[in-house]
């Protein structure tokens, strides 16, 4: 398969107190107009909600906070802590939680060298692996990188959703998202799409996983769990995977999985979820109510 014109994402973008970034990027020459306009910049910002009783964040505790521009703590704080979560209730009763939290942050362009920055997507998703309520991986075979996106020197990360049997045998996968650092005509982007997409789920398919044995989630079924597959060249990072530290890609457009009979919050994103991890798509982490800008 033929990839002419194909230019790997560089950003450099530095963001101090002020809420409008400059980014520069460079590279061997400009991609296809149209898939230009669809890139992201951004970064992932980890850290704690303190939940209070009736929904209300009353702290937000931001990991590595030193690493991070000042412009996006500012942000982050401003806004989680005028979030409302529908209340945390155990044995019938509202308590107060503590719930992890992986927000992404995005830059966008606005005109000349002037860029805003605006919350994109958050979850409150942990992977445990020793955790009996939760399905954790057993065997795990890594995905072979697809010979033609090698050869283009592209890159991206497939975010899988994997429906696990009783018997930790994978039953069905779709790919929920795909997104590329890379830069191509329309086509050639689907082609890497489906590239990447289809190695993964191949892989997928000879993956073994424990199953829950405690609590609610014991009884079902099979379950959903989200798996990010992260495809990166000469080391270069993956969304999220150096803390602090902005990345340029181009997002993909996200299907449901067939057999979903659940709906996931207007602020949840795949792609903030952790490489290396595999979480719960039906888990029942706290429900954010209010948007995550302006609530």
Known sequence: MAMKGIRRLALVLALGGALAPSMAMAGTGAGPGSVRKQIESSLVVAGDVYIETDGSVSRLDIDQEEKLPSGVVKLVRDNALQWKFQPVVRE??????????????????????????????????????????????????????????????????????????????????????????????????AQFRKLFADSAILASKRWTFRVPTEGEAASQPYWSVR?????????????????????????????????????????????????????????????????????
């Open 92 to 189: 019938g009763h509202a308590v107060k939680a503590i719930a992890p939290m992986r927000l992404r942050v995005v830059a966008k362009k606005l005109d000349g060298d002037r860029y805003e920055i605006a919350l994109r997507g958050v979850s409150f998703e942990r992977y445990d692996a020793k955790d009996p309520q939760s399905v954790a991986y057993l065997k795990l075979d890594a995905p072979k990188y697809p010979t033609d996106a090698f050869r283009s020197n592209a890159a991206g990360t497939v975010y899988l959703v994997v429906k696990v049997g009783r018997d930790g045998k994978v039953e069905d996968v779709v790919a929920e998202q795909v997104n590329l650092r890379v830069i191509g005509s329309e086509g050639e982007m």
């Open 227 to 295: 798996i990010p597959v992260s495809y990166s060249l000469n080391r270069d990072p993956s969304e999220g995977q150096t803390y602090g530290q902005w990345i340029s890609y181009v997002p993909g457009p996200r299907q449901v999985a067939p057999w979903s009979s659940t709906s996931d919050s207007a602020n949840f994103a795949p792609d903030t979820l952790v490489d290396g991890g595999v979480y719960m798509a039906d888990s029942r982490t706290p429900k954010l109510l209010t948007p995550l800008q302006g609530g």
